[in-house]
């Protein structure tokens, strides 16, 4: 594991030197409250058992038509090494809207039973329609042809693939979502790269730290790096800090209270866009069912889950 970890250090560092600019798909931007959201390896990873998770993100309070965005994810884990998955998602932004709908699955290994070290491959169907109100900008589109007409809607498949190297201390991940790019929509966001790598330690007897960093790089040859650190008291209660290359920080907090996980991040921009506004805020509501009894060949709990 140490050895990967310095692997995708190396990796961050590389990356950054170069241009700090990538774009991103909406629905991964609160990875921290979900991981399956940027991999669907995930799928099965975090709990042994069943994991909901619901969230919320506001974006540029107080702008018109800003960014909103919406998502809903059920995962499980089937006989200790299958991985489902199932996800629905929305996400608007002044006259367009977005809905996605996805469906995953991903295969648990155990590959070194001493240190607890398993390995995930995961593959997720998906299928996105984008909506556009014409009506606004085309007044005579509505008046001619009807509100209805006024309406571009587009419907295209698409696909992500994933794997992730994870153990009691840490975890290194790597996802590629747009795999396809049909024609029928040429606006649609580049082949995008995720590379997620994390470290865990206990550093007292209540007190865990853990260190994670994610880079995301599209087929535009953009790049962004998320830098996260995140302290967790007794596992129920935790408080972390981010910042986003080139220009955001974000702080975010946690509180675990049985089956129910309750979580806040707020966001703020560094670039000038954000003077009108009060910042990106995301709630997340978790429900998890942990099995009683856990196989010793099952995978285990992800640190990137409190």
Known sequence: MKSTLQIGLFIVLLFLGTKIKAQSNPFTYDYHFNTYLINPAAAGQNVNGMSIRIIDRQQWLMLP???????LS??????????????IGRDAIGLQN???GKVSYSHHSKIEKHNNRNLAFGIAAEVYQYTFNKSFTDPLAQADRGFNAAIEKKIYPNATLGTIFYGDKGYFGVSVMNVIKPQIYKDLEPF????????REKISKNF?????????A???????????????????VWLGA???????????????????????AFEYS???????????????LGYNVFNKNKSKQGAADCPAYF
């Open 74 to 87: 059920f995962t499980t884990l089937i006989n200790d090494m299958h991985g489902i998955g199932v996800m």
């Open 270 to 284: 560094l670039a000038q866009v954000t003077t009108a506004s009060f910042g990106t805020h995301s709630a997340m």
């Open 208 to 216: 865990t730290l853990e260190i994670n960093t994610l880079l995301k």
């Open 65 to 71: 038509g800003s960014p909103q965005t919406g998502s």
């Open 242 to 264: 981010s910042y986003r290359l080139p220009r955001a920080i974000l702080v975010m907090t946690g509180y675990n209270f049985g089956p129910f996980s309750i979580g806040y």
């Open 218 to 236: 599209n087929s535009d040859y953009q790049i962004s790096v998320d830098i996260n650190s995140i302290l967790s008291y007794t596992n129920k």
């Open 192 to 199: 995008l790269v995720h590379v997620a790598l994390a470290r």
């Open 98 to 100: 977005r809905l996605l």
